[in-house]
């Protein structure tokens, strides 16, 4: 580890492969899971790492980024395996919110956070699965984007799971998150206009604490911005993309690293090892059936908002809690939260427009797939 502690491997000099192009501006990080040519591609574990050789190429997307003349500044700190959503890892640096110190960072990807929070970098990428990058996207007031399933090459990201894994990108403007996205589509957004902003009204009170439904009606207020209630959207759609989210991912992480685990027994944080431990063990005829209630899950949520439209969520259950005081009721809320675009294979655009008590809270808007440009759309709308 070198320089600032969430930078894992700084490159020095920085590279730039293209003196020139659209983004010779912009300064980039990325996760321990994406691969840069030369350096070993990670899950967070040393242990893992130190058994596997540097990569011979660049993830596509880091290819992408830097054929357009971006500075790659070298790789950042992620959270043990890529699944606590806490920020922390046990074998690396103790890294803190740059917002605010004692409140929790979010993970999977926390260091690329903190450096595009710092203003060290512009642009931070990772593997958004299980709201690796939307989560400390939200905790640290910056804009994250989660693209539609399959509108970013993922070759070059070590796998989590390949029914949720996701190219995420987040940055302190949203001007320039817009541009990287269209940079690494690789096709052609749909060409949809908005036409509205559906509020999931019972999703927020029943999910706010009181101080931040407070901070959030007054921001509502003062946007002027035209939204149509849906309040039929609730707690159990929650719990049903949660479900079909816990039985996918454990399969799908058994096959992948499951006999590693076994035989390495690496030492993990307890939120790792307690989520592990809770969906590890389905069978494969559960994985089937599941994979049916997915196709489903999808379906039903154009009962929600349909083409042309975005529904608006909280990304996370209220602003970033204590890191010290983190109850278990706030940790399943969030993880349902995520597992909606996962599931539903949705856009998704995190928005730092909130903060309770200097604590930020992000605001999602979701896309149904393809219509990604949707979500920069209405958020446009946001900063007028």
């Known amino acids: 580890m070198t320089g600032e502690s969430y930078l894992l491997q700084a490159l020095k000099p920085i590279r730039q492969d293209v003196p020139s192009g659209v983004m010779a501006r912009q300064r980039?990080?990325?996760?321990?899971?994406?691969?840069?040519?030369?350096?070993?591609?990670?899950?967070?574990?040393?242990?893992?790492?130190?058994?596997?050789?540097?990569?011979?190429?660049?993830?596509?997307?880091?290819t992408t980024l830097m054929h357009s003349g971006c500075k790659l500044l070298g790789k950042t700190q992620s959270d043990d395996f890529g699944t606590s959503i806490s920020g922390q890892n046990p074998f690396l640096a103790n890294l803190k919110n740059p917002i605010l110190p004692n409140i929790r960072l979010g993970g999977s990807s926390s260091g690329a956070a903190i450096a595009v929070a710092k203003g060290a970098a512009t642009l931070g990428i990772g593997n958004d699965c299980c709201g690796g990058v939307l989560i400390p996207a939200s905790y640290c007031h910056l804009f994250g984007y989660r693209p539609s399933q399959g509108?970013?090459?993922?070759?070059?990201?070590?796998?989590?799971?390949?029914?949720?894994?996701?190219?995420?990108?987040?940055?302190?403007?949203?001007?320039?998150?817009?541009?990287?996205?269209?940079?690494?589509?690789?096709?052609?957004?749909?060409?949809?206009?908005?036409?509205?902003?559906?509020?999931?009204?019972?999703?927020?009170?029943?999910?706010?604490?009181?101080?931040?439904?407070?901070?959030?009606?007054?921001?509502?207020?003062?946007?002027?911005?035209?939204?149509?209630?849906?309040?039929?959207?609730?707690?159990?759609?929650?719990?049903?993309?949660?479900?079909?989210?816990?039985?996918?991912?454990?399969?799908?992480?058994?096959l992948q690293y499951g006999q590693w685990f076994d035989v390495h027994k690496p030492k993990l944080s307890d939120e790792t090892v307690e989520h592990l431990e809770r969906i590890r063990g389905n069978s494969f005829k559960e994985f089937v059936v599941t994979k049916k209630k997915r196709e489903l899950f999808s379906h039903n949520m154009q009962g929600f908002f349909s083409?042309?439209?975005?529904?608006?969520?909280?990304?996370?259950?209220?602003?970033?809690?204590?890191?010290?005081?983190?109850?278990?009721?706030?940790?399943?809320?969030?993880?349902?939260?995520?597992?909606i675009a996962e599931v539903a294979g949705l856009a998704q655009l995190t928005i730092p427009f909130v903060t309770v008590g200097g604590a930020p809270m992000g605001i999602s808007f979701l896309a149904h797939h393809g219509e990604d440009r949707l979500l920069f759309d209405a958020a446009s709308r946001w900063l007028i």
């Open 151 to 254: 509108m970013v090459d993922l070759r070059g990201v070590a796998a989590l799971s390949p029914s949720f894994d996701a190219i995420g990108f987040m940055t302190k403007q949203l001007p320039i998150l817009q541009q990287v996205a269209e940079k690494c589509w690789t096709k052609p957004a749909k060409a949809v206009q908005l036409k509205s902003i559906k509020y999931a009204t019972s999703l927020f009170q029943e999910l706010l604490p009181i101080e931040a439904m407070l901070e959030w009606e007054i921001t509502m207020k003062e946007s002027n911005v035209s939204v149509e209630h849906v309040p039929s959207f609730s707690k159990l759609a929650l719990t049903q993309a949660h479900n079909i989210h816990t039985v996918m991912l454990g399969r799908e992480v058994d």
């Open 307 to 339: 083409s042309g439209e975005v529904l608006m969520i909280p990304t996370s259950p209220g602003q970033s809690p204590d890191e010290m005081f983190v109850d278990e009721t706030f940790l399943l809320n969030q993880r349902r939260l995520y597992a």
């Open 28 to 62: 980039l990080v990325v996760s321990d899971c994406v691969s840069v040519k030369g350096l070993v591609t990670g899950i967070g574990i040393p242990e893992w790492s130190d058994g596997n050789e540097p990569a011979k190429n660049d993830a596509s997307v880091v």
